[in-house]
């Protein structure tokens, strides 16, 4: 997760419910569980308590992250990290060039055609 459970946020749901609480994980999908959680409809001005709660991602309007989380770090700690804390391979992004492109077509129709041709021969 990006937010720290050490600090407390609030997450707006589409129907404009606000959960506030320390964030103990999020997922990729923005699946978020939170615990110690104050549940808030605005419009009828109630408040319920929690200890803990799963909020699924497609509810999720907006994240309010607190100030005292520096964002450009978090998000380069995440993109440096794998899940598990493993560091990822950093890969450069290929360009192929039409020379390049040319030569992965012409391999491709080369494994087509001895594919074709094993199956010609297996027939027979």
Do not use: W
């Not at 506030?20 to 308590?49: C, F, K, L, S």
């Not at 380069?76 to 030569?103: D, F, I, S, W």
């Amino acid at each position: 997760a990006v937010v720290s459970t050490q600090s407390t946020g609030t997450v707006e749901l589409r129907s404009e419910i606000e959960v506030t609480g320390h964030v103990t994980h999020v997922d990729g999908a923005m699946n978020i569980n939170m615990r110690q959680v104050t549940y808030r409809v605005p419009h009828r001005r109630e408040e319920q308590h929690f200890e803990s709660m799963h909020i699924h991602g497609s509810r999720v309007r907006f994240v309010h992250i607190p100030d005292q989380i520096n964002m450009a770090r978090a998000i380069a700690k995440q993109l440096n990290t794998h899940c598990v804390g493993q560091r990822r391979e950093r890969r450069e992004p290929r360009y192929l060039g039409q020379k390049g492109m040319n030569e992965l077509v012409n391999h491709e129709k080369a494994q087509r055609a001895n594919a074709n041709r094993k199956n010609f021969i297996s027939r027979i």
